[in-house]
């Protein structure tokens, strides 16, 4: 079974920071993996979303990396802002045919704080 | 091009009621997905669908149950209200298939809480 972990659970940050988030995954079998944010009780953000045979991907200030083998991912965010302040998620597409379509495990996230 | 939407947006219930929640996916998505939130188990996938035919299921009981539209558009029903549903329910939708391109778009989430 797919466990998803996330660490820290929180972080707390002065604006300007350099961050980085970590997601790490027990079964390496995945078709991608998302990285998303979201707001207090509000949907997913998508933020980035890596191929299971691509090492990272950019965009904007983010840039997420995956090492499959490892069963790592992480997130850096770029001299952040406080409007980065979100819960961010990692979730795994399984690769495990039938049983993975439309399926996302998610860790259980870490809630950013930046003050300015 | 207009995101995924859901509605309603906010729902109160009794114990034992029942539900259904309403998903429309951006336009040119066939597949649907649909999870629930808590803050104790966090996001727990539900089940998907494509082409009107459900492909994939969460370990949820029979309560739970939902239909995919023509049109893609999707709703979720679950019966026999506890309390313990009270939850964000959230819907996803993708293009379609396992591609590992394959990137999910959610909607703003139906909160229902259950008294």
């Known amino acids: 079974k797919q466990e998803v972990t996330q660490i820290p659970a929180a972080l707390s940050v002065p604006e300007g920071e350099n961050l980085v988030l970590n997601c790490s995954f027990t079964d390496s079998a995945i078709y991608n993996l998302q990285w998303f944010r979201q707001d207090p009780g509000k949907g997913l953000t998508s933020l980035l979303l890596i191929q299971s045979s691509q090492r990272e991907q950019t965009s904007g200030r983010l840039n997420a990396s995956l090492d499959k083998s490892s069963g790592r991912s992480t997130l850096y965010i770029a001299a952040s802002q406080p409007g980065d302040s979100a819960t961010y998620l990692c979730a795994v597409r399984p690769r495990a045919g039938g049983t993975s379509y439309g399926k996302l495990t998610f860790g259980q996230g870490t809630i950013l704080t930046v003050h300015p | 091009k207009a995101g995924v939407t859901q509605t309603p947006r906010y729902l109160i219930k009794t114990r034992g009621q029942q539900v259904t929640l309403s998903c429309s996916p951006i336009s040119g998505h066939r597949s649907v997905s649909w999870y629930q939130q808590t803050p104790g188990q966090g996001l727990q996938f539900l089940f998907e669908?494509?082409?009107?035919?459900?492909?994939n299921k969460g370990n949820f009981p029979g309560r739970f149950s939902g239909r995919q539209f023509s049109n893609s558009r999707s709703e979720m029903n679950v019966s026999t209200l506890e309390l313990g549903d009270s939850a964000l329910y959230l819907c996803a939708s993708s293009l379609a298939g396992d591609a590992a391109y394959n990137e999910q778009f959610f909607g703003p989430g139906t909160r229902l809480t259950v008294l």
């Open positions: 669908y494509f082409s009107e035919t459900q492909r």
